[in-house]
């Protein structure tokens, strides 16, 4: 019997020993200073590499200066978009910043998701250009404060310049001068494919490459002087017989190429198009072989995208001053460099580009400012068209199946699509992106 | 009392209904609610009834439904008989034992493990302009430029490309249920109709094929629905080139944001799937009931 009580005993003293330890431990872990965390939910920055970047480096140092730990959330826009709604709907908010593009930050403001980030005040010590203080300006608030920028550019394998048609020069191509227009790239694209046996130029026109962007951005601003309002005009028709002409000598599997950066490392093309993140590996791998250079210019001048991407901060979001301070942290003028340094995005503050080294991000680096420093430039926004962003693509995604590929009557095909191009702007109230909005 | 007395002739009445009413439950759930809320989104606008969604699949320019309508089936009735007809020689094949038997069958059904996704990209790696197949080619001297599979110019090696990934990763579906239907003969059947002197073709028509016939059933519903539903490996190596209607599906909602066009993508694929499968169910059933006896 005695026994027996002694193992009551024991059994009770364990479990008073254990919930003794238990409880000191919740009592150490809750004496501890409770560090704030929030979410921060991306939509760039994604790919593995930029992720690892993000929360190995970046996170880290911020995590370390201010004591805020933040849990970065790699997302892609839709299902941002769907949590974003689904949170604000609920009024249980849970993400603190957003990483967005500016068309996607523009709808979330349009549905009234976002904070006025006004209210913060102005932060210290850097300066934005005047184009993207306007733009992160969205349904009467500041919406977003810009974050990184990126364009589209054009890479050229050195050994295509061995192939340069009469009349251009590697520097005109390189400066972008008044010689390298789409006519000379049409006949140096002709010269390498009869004298190297095969098409030797590419774009990404695959399913979720971004060619589209080389038709509004690029070739309509280049051939028209506006990306939307001149969609069937006379100098629209001449665009599409020039890219009709061009494409015979662009690498067929272009229609399946999502990013550029392996056909060319492969060498399957010497000379391709595509945005600035998306051909990074093929410099950073063979920064010798390659050189950024600008776009060509067409009759209208030389047209080219500049991409926006913004951070902002939801309506009714947790721990807004720490939100603040992370945005305070990935604008200042080194973390815009580090930035520009792994993954490829360009400063929005001007302090920044003092600071820009050498290497292969100079090659790339370079070849954005040579673009953005030709006279002839005519820069161009992508519309902020909210979720009938993949109408607006749409309609000039089918226009080059319907001219180009599949070879239809040019003026029927435009004159069909112009007017669903022009009612996306009519049911959204959204204006005409420049640089349609400002040749008037 | 007395009512207590009637309640095990209603309880034994009602019996079936309630052994399938856990069925039913399932089914309404994760079936038939899906069915209705596709069904909404397809046919409202606003909360009203409207076509909307139909005349924009049926008639706008930018709608490739009856390409993908095309495609689809065109796929479906490429990829299948070959696929039946390979898994079919292979099950006949695995069914004679002979050495190293166990670990071949291994080797034929790895490509099920397979994602469709990286499926296609092992073959669009493989087959692209600079990949495996062109360089073996170039370097055996037996051609002199590559042979081009991707691209809206070559839209036939596309669906070329297409056919010969979907035949290496899915073939061994088919296969493993044709295997299972055939080891599940009975030898003694064969025996006995060996002793009447039937000779091998006799035997495989008159009594493995009819036997086997629940099995190919199956499969050929497994095959087509999944045919009806491909997606994955057509995006990879084709993108949009050749559209099917799952892809336009998923084009639709998620580059496009219009959930009631694609609501009715989904749905048509659901009605071709019900369709195709009754119509297998009516046409092999009676021998299969004769099978049966």
């Known amino acids: ?440 | 009392m007395t009512k207590l007395l009637n309640k095990p002739s209603l309880f034994e009445k009602y019996t079936p209904y309630l052994l399938i009413l856990p069925a039913l439950t399932y089914l309404l759930f994760f079936i038939g609610i899906p069915i209705a809320q596709a069904i909404y989104l397809a046919f409202t606008e606003k909360g009203a009834f409207s076509t909307e969604n139909l005349d924009y699949l049926l008639n706008s320019p930018f709608s490739m439904f009856k390409e993908a309508l095309k495609y689809t089936f065109l796929l479906a009735i490429t990829i299948i008989p070959i696929q039946v007809a390979i898994a079919l020689g292979l099950a006949m094949l695995f069914n004679i034992k002979f050495p190293g038997r166990n670990a071949a069958l291994y080797l034929v059904i790895l490509p099920l493990t397979i994602s469709d996704v990286a499926a296609g990209l092992i073959w669009y790696s493989m087959l692209s302009s600079y990949g495996f197949l062109n360089k073996l080619l170039i370097n055996m001297g037996l051609i002199s430029q590559p042979i081009y599979f991707f691209g809206y110019q070559y839209r036939n090696m596309e669906f070329l490309a297409i056919v010969l990934t979907e035949v290496w990763r899915a073939t061994a579906i088919v296969f493993v249920i044709l295997f299972a239907g055939l080891q599940m003969i009975s030898q003694e059947h064969i025996e006995a109709a060996e002793v009447f002197g039937a000779n091998v073709w006799q035997r495989l028509r008159y009594i493995v094929f009819p036997m086997l016939l629940p099995s190919l059933q199956a499969a050929l519903i497994i095959r087509t629905l999944f045919a009806l539903q491909i997606f994955g490996v057509v995006w990879i190596l084709a993108g949009r080139d050749i559209p099917v209607l799952a892809g336009e599906a998923y084009y639709e909602q998620v580059f496009l944001k219009h959930t009631g066009v694609a609501a009715i993508y989904a749905l048509i694929i659901a009605g071709i799937s019900v369709a195709v499968g009754a119509l297998y169910i009516k046409l092999f059933k009676a021998k299969y009931l004769e099978a049966g006896t």
């Open chain 1, 1 to 440: 019997m005695s026994e027996a009580l002694t193992k009551l005993q024991a059994l009770i003293i364990a479990i008073i020993v254990i919930a003794a330890i238990g409880g000191g431990v919740a009592w150490y872990y809750m004496q501890q200073p409770k560090g704030v965390k929030i979410i921060w939910a991306s939509t760039q920055l994604v790919p593995a590499q930029e992720q690892a970047f993000v929360k190995d480096t970046l996170l880290k140092e911020f995590t370390e200066e201010t004591g805020i730990e933040v849990e970065f959330v790699p997302i892609s826009y839709e299902d941002l978009a769907t949590r974003l709604q689904s949170e604000e709907e609920a009024g249980k908010v849970t993400i603190s910043v957003i990483g967005e593009l500016h068309g996607g930050i523009d709808y979330f403001a349009s549905q009234g998701w976002l904070e006025d980030l006004s209210k913060f005040g102005t932060l210290p010590d850097r300066t934005f250009p005047q184009v993207l203080e306007d733009y992160s300006r969205l349904h009467g608030i500041k919406a977003y404060i810009p974050w990184m920028t990126a364009t589209y550019v054009m890479v050229v394998n050195k050994k295509a310049f061995d192939y340069l048609p009469e009349g251009l020069t590697e520097d005109d191509v390189i400066h972008g001068t008044s010689k390298w227009t789409y006519d000379a790239l049409l006949a140096w694209a002709k010269k390498l494919y009869e004298e190297t046996g095969g098409p030797k130029l590419g774009f990404p026109a695959g399913p979720n490459g971004l060619f589209v962007r080389f038709l509004h951005g690029y070739l309509y601003p280049a051939f028209t002087g506006a990306q939307v309002k001149n969609f069937n005009s006379d100098d629209a028709v001449a665009l599409w017989e020039y890219l009709k002409n061009l494409w015979q000598y662009v690498h067929p599997s272009s229609t399946t190429w999502d990013a550029m950066a392996d056909p060319l490392l492969k060498e399957e093309v010497w000379i391709a198009w595509d945005h600035t993140a998306r051909i990074k590996d093929a410099i950073v791998q063979k920064p010798d072989q390659f050189v950024v250079v600008p776009v060509p210019a067409g009759p209208k001048g030389r047209g080219f995208i500049l991409v926006i991407a913004g951070l902002a901060i939801p309506k009714g979001a947790p721990d807004q001053d720490a939100a603040w301070k992370l945005i305070e942290y990935l604008t200042r003028p080194e973390t815009q460099v580090k930035v520009l340094e792994n993954v490829g995005f360009f400063p929005t503050v001007k302090e920044a580009s003092a600071k820009i080294t050498s290497g292969p991000l100079k090659v790339l680096a370079d070849g954005v400012n040579n673009q953005l420093n030709t006279p002839d430039a005519l820069v161009a926004l992508i519309p902020s068209l909210g979720a009938k962003g993949g109408d607006f693509k749409n309609v000039y995604i089918t226009a080059f199946q319907r001219i180009v590929l599949n070879n239809e009557d040019i003026k029927t095909v435009l004159d069909e699509l112009a007017p669903q191009l022009l009612s996306l702007f009519e049911e959204t109230g959204a204006p005409l992106p420049p640089p349609d909005s400002m040749s008037g």
